[in-house]
């Protein structure tokens, strides 16, 4: 249940921006790229290197992966924090299979 300002609405807060972040920076990154490459294309040159497109492609890989690590940190950390003050018994991680 997401009530204003309880634990879970905070928790489910974070992770939007944090997803609303990672988008931005892939827009950033992206944006530049496709209307530098449309300028070039006007121009008569389209010399779209795979060494340009594979760089943007790590770059946007990483945004993704630090997105999720960070995204991971505030579920176990409002998971502890559910703990202590006692809201539930368990964190909601997955338990390993006996």
Do not use: N, Q
């Not at 009530?3 to 489910?12: G, P, R, Y």
């Not at 950033?28 to 300028?39: E, H, I, N, Q, S």
């Not at 992966?65 to 202590?84: E, K, N, R, Y």
């Not at 539930?88 to 997955?94: D, K, V």
């Amino acid at each position: 249940m997401l009530a204003c300002f309880s634990l879970e609405w905070l928790k489910a807060l974070f992770i939007w921006a944090i997803i609303i972040v990672v988008v931005l920076l892939i827009l950033d990154l992206l944006v530049p790229y496709v209307l530098g490459k449309l300028a070039t294309a006007r121009s008569g040159g389209l010399a779209a290197t795979v060494s340009e497109a594979l760089g943007i492609i790590a770059t946007a890989l990483r945004y993704v992966f630090w997105g999720g690590v960070a995204i991971l940190v505030v579920v176990v950390c409002f998971d502890l924090i559910s703990c202590v003050i006692s809201h539930s018994g368990s964190l909601s991680l997955p338990h390993p299979p006996r």
